[in-house]
């Protein structure tokens, strides 16, 4: 049986949960042939005709077949809870208890229903789903889609009940509010975000917890919360980022395995001299946090502060009594480039990358030294499709990794500093630099000038300040469309890793690619999908191995799970409701079983899917 998901039939996907039976016996083998007629008796003297021989005794029935082959047993794809109307899903995390985190990013305003605990979901929303244990759910009935208006202003789920913990304009112990974007100068406001994302859960060194929240704006903020055992709030305060220069449209992230949590910013813009446009939002709105004229007439932000994962409570300060006293610091050798998430291996010095956008690049970046960010390598994903197969149901990609470059995070900090200017200097690193920095590189005169260039700088900075179009230079794969979530089971995983053992579910990483069309369907590159469907996304499966380094690597990226198909006459619900549809938050629960959460626009109401991989 083939089990590829998209392609199996829409109700073998249907959210019910039923059990295969086993496979029917096989047939009865045919009935033996016939026994040889007996020969005719010789004729008489007188002419007369011998008596016909009898007719040979039937053959023996042959063998029973051998028994079916048995069904896949249960659904793989069970819908486990829906986001009121107009939200997305943000922020999946399992904690230490079992407790599952999701936020409720954007509702509508126009919501009206209210929840167990009186509250009415249409501003953002940090919560919950409390009375489960993630990691121990058991067999889940699958949910049903929401019909009425109440049920779709709702949470709804299929296990335990989701209860609001904070809500955007909640009042703060800083006497800020919450979702409050606060200036440099820690005073002003700069806006209400309604936005928040990515949740990570730390202990507050007793029986509670201190909840970091990322609130995904522009300019970024992060929230804290702190929990008690019983899971009663105290609203305290919003991160102080002015020590970095203020951050970035903070997505989602990860909890390291050293227990920081790691914001990704994503850098919604391709090309760094548009930072140099005095009329464009996003600089203004940095020259606004940082206190500059937002005309461009004074100082100007430095377009290379921005687009890094940063790690929050460095230096021992993640529960840090008091909220001001986090430490933040951002992990600039990872990169600069529309971060969705790192996740960090179980060797303690591979992280893989992925990168919100279109056109972009899968990255992984190695440390020197586990459990140390500060040098290391910074590497891109060449990828490599099945020939001839263009269904994203089936195309998997072989990976290769091309070396964008080495340094230090000093290095790369004193490389950042000397691009700080105005706004008529405009100081960024060329495309032609950028060119001349691959052609050092590869020893290949790529632009036919004439001559191979050699590195304008001297050093590796081009690779991790110009990431993505570094890589691209370089020969990796820049045709990635959407690319969301990446993660792994770090405690299954960390089993794996220290027995040694390269098989087994615990061994695979799981990517969200929410749309897999533009340069991923079309006619040229590495990557070219059938796009008939790829507007509803997929989700990637890849095997963790050891390579001959010693370290986690990964050489496929196969699909586990396809959306569609797409309808694209329909006004709502344009991806089937009984699949996922633009994948994007991924939690992996320790039996190997994957939660994926949607933002989407192609579902009237958001999902979160419990999906078990039959690869598994």
């Keep these: 049986m083939k089990q590829t998901l998209l392609h199996l039939s829409i109700a073998a996907i249907l959210a019910a949960g039923l059990t295969a039976c086993g496979g029917d016996d096989g047939d009865r083998g045919p009935a033996g042939a016939d026994g040889s007629n007996g020969t005719n008796g010789t004729n008489g003297t007188?002419?007369?005709?011998?008596?016909?021989?009898?007719?040979?005794?039937?053959?023996?029935?042959?063998?029973?077949?051998?028994?079916?082959?048995?069904?896949?047993?249960?659904?793989?794809?069970?819908?486990?809870?829906?986001?009121?109307?107009?939200a997305e899903f943000t922020g999946l995390f399992v904690n230490t208890d079992g407790v599952l985190f999701s936020n409720i990013q954007h509702p509508s305003g126009?919501?009206?229903?209210?929840?167990?605990?009186?509250?009415?979901?249409?501003?953002?929303?940090?919560?919950?789903?409390?009375?489960?244990?993630?990691?121990?759910?058991?067999?889940?009935?699958?949910?049903?889609?929401p019909i009425t208006t109440?049920?779709?202003?709702?949470?709804?789920?299929?296990?335990?009940?989701?209860?609001?913990?904070?809500?955007?304009?909640?009042?703060?112990?800083?006497?800020?509010?919450?979702?409050?974007?606060?200036?440099?100068?820690?005073?002003?406001?700069?806006?209400?975000?309604?936005?928040?994302?990515?949740?990570?859960?730390?202990?507050?060194?007793?029986?509670?917890?201190?909840?970091?929240?990322?609130w995904e704006d522009r300019p970024g903020s992060m929230s804290r919360i702190a929990l008690s055992s019983s899971y009663a709030v105290t609203q305290e305060g919003m991160l102080d980022f002015s020590s970095v220069n203020g951050t970035w449209v903070n997505c989602f992230g990860t909890l390291s395995p050293w227990g920081t949590p790691l914001s990704a910013e994503e850098l919604y813009f391709d090309n760094t001299a548009d930072w140099f446009d005095a009329n464009n939002g996003n600089a203004q709105s940095i020259a606004e946090y940082l206190g500059f004229p937002t005309d461009g007439s004074g100082s100007w932000g430095n377009p290379y502060d921005y687009g890094y994962i940063m790690e929050i409570g460095t230096n021992g300060t993640v529960a840090a009594a008091n909220v001001a006293d986090v430490a933040v610091n951002k992990l600039e050798l990872m990169g600069r480039f529309s971060h969705e998430n790192a996740v960090v291996?179980?060797?303690?010095?591979?992280?893989?990358?992925?990168?919100?956008?279109?056109?972009?690049?899968?990255?992984?970046?190695?440390?020197?030294?586990?459990?140390?960010?500060?040098?290391?390598?910074?590497?891109?994903?060449?990828?490599?499709?099945?020939?001839?197969?263009t269904d994203p149901a089936e195309a998997a990609f072989a990976i290769e990794w091309v070396k964008l470059g080495t340094s230090t995070e000093a290095a790369i900090e004193a490389a950042?500093?000397?691009?700080?200017?105005?706004l008529a200097e405009a100081k960024h690193i060329s495309d032609q630099q950028i060119n001349d920095y691959a052609e050092s590189k590869l020893g290949e005169d790529l632009d036919l000038s004439g001559t191979v260039a050699s590195n304008p700088f001297g050093d590796d900075r081009v690779g991790f300040l110009e990431s993505r179009k570094a890589a691209d230079a370089l020969g990796a794969t820049a045709e990635f469309n959407k690319m969301e979530g990446v993660n792994i089971n770090f405690g299954l995983a960390d089993s794996w890793w220290n027995d040694g053992s390269a098989d087994g579910a615990q061994a695979y990483m799981y990517m969200a690619m929410s749309?897999?069309?533009?340069?991923?369907?079309?006619?040229?590159?590495?990557?070219?999908?059938?796009?008939?469907?790829?507007?509803?996304?997929?989700?990637?499966?890849?095997?963790?191995?050891?390579?001959s380094d010693g370290l986690v690597d990964i050489k496929t990226m196969s699909p586990a799970v396809v959306g569609g198909p797409y309808d694209g006459s329909r006004s709502t619900n344009r991806c089937n409701?009984?699949?996922?549809?633009?994948?994007?938050?991924?939690?992996?629960?320790?039996?190997?079983?994957?939660?994926i959460g949607e933002d989407t626009g192609n579902h009237q109401n958001n999902i979160i899917w419990l999906f078990e991989d039959p690869a598994l």
């Design 110 to 145: 126009s919501n009206t229903t209210t929840d167990v605990d009186g509250k009415t979901i249409n501003v953002g929303t940090i919560g919950a789903f409390m009375n489960i244990d993630a990691n121990n759910l058991g067999n889940v009935a699958a949910m049903d889609f």
């Design 577 to 595: 409701i009984n699949n996922i549809s633009n994948p994007d938050n991924l939690v992996i629960l320790d039996d190997g079983r994957v939660m």
């Design 416 to 422: 950042i500093a000397s691009f700080q200017g105005t």
């Design 515 to 547: 749309d897999t069309t533009v340069a991923m369907s079309d006619a040229s590159g590495d990557i070219q999908l059938d796009g008939t469907h790829g507007k509803c996304g997929a989700v990637y499966r890849m095997k963790l191995i050891k390579n």
């Design 150 to 214: 109440a049920d779709k202003e709702r949470v709804l789920s299929a296990a335990g009940n989701y209860m609001a913990l904070a809500q955007q304009g909640d009042l703060l112990a800083s006497g800020k509010m919450m979702g409050d974007i606060v200036a440099a100068d820690g005073t002003t406001v700069l806006k209400s975000s309604n936005d928040p994302d990515f949740n990570a859960a730390v202990s507050d060194g007793g029986t509670g917890y201190f909840l970091y929240s990322n």
């Design 345 to 389: 291996m179980p060797d303690l010095r591979t992280v893989f990358l992925s990168d919100d956008g279109s056109s972009t690049v899968f990255f992984k970046f190695i440390a020197d030294t586990a459990g140390d960010m500060s040098s290391g390598s910074l590497y891109a994903a060449k990828a490599t499709q099945s020939a001839g197969v």
């Design 46 to 86: 007188d002419g007369t005709n011998g008596t016909d021989g009898t007719n040979g005794t039937d053959g023996a029935d042959g063998a029973d077949g051998a028994d079916g082959q048995d069904g896949i047993e249960g659904a793989a794809l069970k819908r486990f809870a829906s986001a009121p109307l107009g």
